[in-house]
């Protein structure tokens, strides 16, 4: 099928959903509604941009009418002129639909379990560790989208070991699955009065929250451990053993949490953080399978790649995979993310243009 009429396929079928939604049958469905109003979504920019190529091929073949006529000189000079403008519009909204029609990952727009864990370096990683945490949870912030905190292991003053945050809301996991990969910083610690730049590293792993249907889990196979929780909760949770360590038997998998005083609600969470990280374990053996060539440039499927420094003397972050470097360390560690991963995002789609 050629472009335009893979283009005109997909013009049918956003009419054909549109039909649906008026259906008084379908309105009485409100699974089916979201489901429908989902996919329409979906395919509405791609329909707008066709509309837009139809009516610059139109123009572009009007404007070749006069010309061949050459009826008024004056007229078929404008004319010559504006097939320039024409002809360069197409070819500019030729390469918007062709980005546009690049298969989306399925995982993109669901919600994420973030974890973020100390590397190499001692109480300098954690502390570095605490700083993703915070530039992640700034970026959440500032996006309006929603995070809680399931799980929190500190280490040092400040520091952090391990932190299991879940965040919701639109295509969350289509923005920061680049984020996953081992973050390199440099800088003098506080502790050190020579002045000596010390670098260190922490993990950051991104995993799109596995929903009830994906993931069969048998219980047979998960060990429930309870436990004092420790830490901020008051003399509460110091009296009752709600804390809850789910161990998955067959693949060593742990996680716990601590993080509320119901040992229900804890349970609740570390379930979801499990199946999560079951469901991405079959993700990663999945990626492992395909060729080399195939691999994604930016979201590698080996999580053990150094992907970004930050280099706190020169006010630098540096990209590795891409070769980006931007000096607004300061602005980047408070949230402001945006840059670098738009610039992924075009990368890995200029990846997959080529193949």
């Known amino acids: 099928m050629d472009f335009v009429g893979k283009l005109q396929e997909i013009k049918e079928k956003f009419e054909q959903i549109t039909e649906k939604l008026s259906d008084p049958d379908v309105l009485s469905d409100q699974k089916k509604v979201v489901q429908l109003s989902r996919e329409r979504s979906k395919l509405e920019e791609i329909v707008n941009k066709y509309d837009e190529y139809s009516s610059t091929l139109s123009n572009i073949e009007g404007n070749k009418e006069i010309i061949s006529a050459r009826e008024d000189a ?9 097939l320039e403008d024409l002809s360069q519009k197409k070819s500019d909204l030729e390469e918007e639909i062709k980005v546009l029609l690049i298969p989306k990952d399925p995982n993109d727009d669901k919600d994420i379990i973030l974890e973020v864990r100390a ?9 570095f560790a605490a700083d993703l ?21 500190e280490v ?17 996991y289509g923005v920061l699955k680049y984020e996953s990969g081992v973050h390199r910083v440099q800088r003098v610690p506080t ?12 993990s950051v792993v991104v995993m799109p929250e596995a929903e009830e249907v994906e993931i069969d889990l048998d219980m047979g196979d998960v060990r429930v451990d309870t436990y004092r929780a420790s830490g901020a909760g008051g003399q509460h949770v110091n009296k009752t053993d709600s804390a809850i360590r789910l161990t998955h038997i067959p693949s060593g998998i742990v996680v716990q949490c ?47 790649d150094k ?9 630098r972050v540096t990209d590795h995979r891409i070769g980006l470097t931007l000096y607004n360390l300061t602005k980047i560690v408070d949230g402001d993310i945006n840059e670098l991963i738009e610039k992924l995002q075009i990368a890995e789609r200029t990846e997959k243009l080529k193949n």
């Open 74 to 82: 004056e007229i078929t000079e404008m004319a010559e002129l504006e």
């Open 119 to 127: 590397g190499a370096g001692g109480d300098e990683a954690g502390l």
């Open 133 to 153: 945490l915070r530039m992640y949870t700034r970026f959440v912030e500032i996006k309006g989208w929603k995070h809680e905190l399931m799980d929190l292991s």
């Open 156 to 172: 040092g003053v400040g520091g952090v070991k391990e932190a299991v945050m879940a965040i919701r809301g639109e295509g969350i």
């Open 191 to 202: 502790t050190e009065s020579s002045g000596r730049v010390h670098t260190s590293a922490a």
């Open 258 to 304: 601590q993080d509320e005083r119901s040992q229900i609600k804890n349970r609740q969470k570390a379930m979801t953080v499990l199946k999560t990280k079951l469901s991405d374990l079959k993700l990663q053996a999945q990626t492992s399978e395909i060729s080399e060539h195939r691999k994604g440039l930016v979201k590698s499927g080996d999580r053990s």
């Open 307 to 315: 992907i970004r420094t930050y280099n706190y003397p020169q006010n």
